[in-house]
């Protein structure tokens, strides 16, 4: 690779991802794609990794890299060769999507500036997002002639609703963390100056829970939508008895007895 186009830093039990393309505002070519992948793979297989932070710096990211869309297609390759190429490059994006959302423990996205195209899926698929107040939006996909990837089609109906869903989409238009917010996109709005300690508070805090409770809870909701009631009792069931068993749940008891804060050890 001709640039380091991920930063991986580790503090504690927090992983923290850095988008690196600053020039491109972190638009998303194959090198980024590759990194970003190993950096999210490396921190979903790390046990001793209990809270991951993605972030981009002073942008998040501006969606794809249109300049590197633009010269696979000087190549001129035949329809067929790049469909291919295309599907190829998007399953290796769809990897990071479904090692975020399978992962066992809490993935944050810290955002600010640009958040367009792949940048707003890649968001999307985070447990919890915290945005700058200078933060702006655009699923802009339409605006390249093409339709979304990255799982946004799967996530954007259930968090805004499909009206809403299919306006974003269609009109690609752009919108403020004001309005991200209301629209349940984003968790919470901070001043820019403050996102980064903002971050790292909600980091450490996460990083300090009962890690596979949270892994649980992320299986819970994300089959609940598509569970009838009583094989999601069946599986609330199994991981609550499951929680039951371990040291966690001991200590919250203990400590709730106590009247003291628990000291979870993520197991």
């Known amino acids: 690779m001709s640039e380091q186009t991920v930063l991986t830093a580790t503090a504690g039990a927090v992983t923290t991802v850095t988008l690196n393309r600053p020039k491109a505002l972190n638009a998303l070519n194959r090198d980024l794609t590759l990194a970003l992948r190993?950096?999210?793979f490396a921190a979903e297989a790390d046990p001793a990794v209990r809270c991951v932070v993605i972030r981009g710096g002073e942008h998040f990211m501006?969606?794809?890299d249109v300049k590197s869309f633009h010269e696979r297609l000087q190549a001129r390759a035949s329809g067929a060769q790049t469909r291919a190429q295309f599907?190829?490059?998007i399953h290796e994006v769809h990897a990071i999507i479904i090692s975020m959302r399978r992962m066992p423990k809490?993935?944050?996205a810290s955002v600010s500036g640009a958040v367009a195209g792949f940048g707003v899926s890649l968001m999307m698929a985070c447990d919890l997002v915290i945005a700058a107040d200078n933060a702006y939006f655009t699923l802009a996909y339409v605006h390249?002639?093409?339709?979304?990837?990255g799982g946004s089609t799967f996530s954007l109906p259930r968090?805004?609703?499909?009206?809403?869903?299919l306006e974003i989409a269609l009109l690609g238009e752009r919108f403020d963390a004001a309005t991200a917010e209301r629209l349940g996109l984003v968790n919470r709005v901070v001043p820019a100056a403050a996102l980064e300690a903002e971050t790292a508070q909600l980091a450490a805090r996460l990083a300090a829970g009962p890690t596979a409770v949270y892994g649980r809870t992320k299986a819970l909701l994300n089959r609940s939508l598509n569970n009838p009631l009583e094989a999601q009792l069946q599986f609330e069931a199994e991981c609550f008895s499951q929680s039951a068993a371990e040291p966690d749940f001991a200590e919250?008891?203990?400590?709730f007895v106590e009247k003291r804060k628990a000291r979870f050890?993520?197991?």
């Not at 390249?144 to 990837?149: E, V």
């Not at 919250?252 to 400590?255: F, H, I, M, P, Y």
């Open 38 to 40: 190993d950096a999210v």
């Open 62 to 64: 501006a969606g794809g």
């Open 87 to 89: 599907e190829t490059f």
């Open 106 to 108: 809490p993935v944050v």
């Open 144 to 149: 390249i002639g093409t339709s979304p990837d």
């Open 159 to 165: 968090i805004v609703g499909a009206k809403k869903a």
């Open 252 to 255: 919250g008891v203990r400590a």
């Open 265 to 267: 050890k993520g197991s």
